[in-house]
């Protein structure tokens, strides 16, 4: 049996700032446990799974943006890691689709997006972070199925992708996953509390319900015609389009799939992409519906963010839920640090950030 002071499973957002943190602190013995193959969790980019896109675009399939004003510690922290910054492409018309026509119309400069966006999408935060960390602390492949409360300690046990265990001794656990989904996949000996457990399952996971489209063109090209990219749809299937862009590379547009995950569910992905292409082809003309590129991330059939239960949740942010018990064998020894445990921002990247910098401190 490894041991280490502090476990951390999941290495999305939170799980490598917990590290990070731990880093810093001097806490060098801990380990992260990671049920993919890579670190990341819901942040993930375009180029990651196609060879199309250039390096220096990295376009988002996950989250997209912060808010600096809102959320100063995460824009601190993009700082303090020399990352770069801009602001999201806004300038020009916005096109509005509505149901029952078939021209869209275009709204003048009506939209204004405060948000920003990290140079190289968010997947520069993650690598910045991961090359902060120890390596050889960090373990992925390794998907936490059981944690066992005992007198000197928790006994973790992981499982790798041919079914091989590993189990791990640990004075405390930082779960760095959403609480729902930590609710239903994870044994807990000796149970959870019901009314901590029964809390944490009702936490609606931010993007387990969502789908997202991305197209990527030599240059965004509909910025020659006066448009920002920004679109509103009620015919579909996107419902909501930006300009993903990068500055000084390769035009993107992104979109929200409209319809809901259990419709999605009877829809071909090959499907769902030609239909997509197809409404982008007659919003901004004839060149967007080829696309040099495109991904479909539709993270409601990825068993490692989604559950059934996430497949009729609205797409609100959900109200944080109890981070740790407050009685019983687990007092004490465990803390849910995902960004759905954030007070302040549930949810959001600055809620991972936040959350894990509660966790840490707690420690």
Known sequence: MSAARVVIVGGGLSGLYAAYLLERKGWHDYALLEARETVGGRVLALSSVSESVAASSCFDLGPTWFWPSMQPRLGELIAELGLNTFEQYAKGDLLFERADERVPHRVADCFAQEGRRVLGGMSALIDALHKHVDRKRVHTGQRVCSM????????????????????????????????????????????????????????????????KYLAVYEKPFWRAQGLSGEARSARGPLAEIHDASMPGAQGALFGFVGLPARLRANVPAEQLRAHCRAQLKRLFGPEAGEPIAE???????????????????????????????????WQGRMTGIGSEWSHAYPGYLAGAIDAAERGVRAL
């Open 148 to 211: 066992r409360a005992s007198a000197d300690g928790i006994e973790v046990v992981s499982e790798d992708t041919i079914g091989s265990t590993r189990a791990w001794h640990a004075g405390h656990v930082l779960i760095a996953m959403p609480p729902r989904l930590a609710s239903e996949t994870l044994k807990f000996a000796p149970l959870l509390p019901p009314e901590l457990s029964d809390r944490w399952q009702r936490t609606a996971t931010w993007m387990a319900p969502h789908a």
């Open 295 to 329: 991904g479909l991330k539709d993270w409601s059939i990825d068993p490692l963010t989604a559950t059934a239960s996430d497949l009729t949740e609205s797409s609100i942010h959900a109200p944080s839920a109890p981070a740790s018990a407050t009685a019983g064998p």
